[in-house]
């Protein structure tokens, strides 16, 4: 019979090993899924900081051009601005003569070449 507790109390302690084990695994666990929830907290109030500075930024810009006189509509800030002829592209003649307005230019920057419409003459002097 000794032989038969000898082997009961062995498996008996192979068992709680396994369970040790398998609780310090489901520690560690919680332990990364601890430290990539702040992570990614971390991460999204980077993301809301960039956010608050590129409004604010923004908000700046819109003051600057308000306090210059020149004319800006919310669309100005897709690309879309109204002719100011604060921006006009000049040539380097005397007296200055303006080439064309920047609200020529389109608004998409993939295409950097100026956009005349057959009915615009583009006039240098």
Known sequence: MGKDEDEI??????????????????RDQEVQRQRADQALRGEQREWERADIERRRAESERQRALANSGAQTTSGDAQGMSQPNPARQLYLSTSPAVPVMSTSMWPSSPVSPSPRL?????????
């Open 117 to 125: 419409e057959p009915s615009q003459t583009l006039w240098i002097s």
């Open 9 to 26: 109390e062995s498996l008996r302690r192979q068992v709680r090993e396994a369970q040790q084990i398998a609780d310090a695994a489901s």
